[in-house]
């Protein structure tokens, strides 16, 4: 009975949103991978290294895509 409820839902509202919720869930993942690696640091400056290293290379993989 469960499945003929999400077939009628499925068909009713369409799956326009589900790859919004999935690229938003991913984007939170990677903040919150982000946010443990600066977080284990002991030290300030090694922590703000290995941020901008990952924010650096993000910005370049985002880059390579949109040419």
Known sequence: MHRFY???HAALLGARGQGTVEYVALILLVAMVM???AGATTNRSEG???AKKVTDTL???ID???K
């Open 35 to 37: 946010a443990a690696v």
């Open 6 to 8: 999400g077939r009628i």
């Open 64 to 66: 390579k895509v949109g």
């Open 48 to 50: 703000l290294s290995i």
């Open 59 to 61: 910005k370049a993989s």
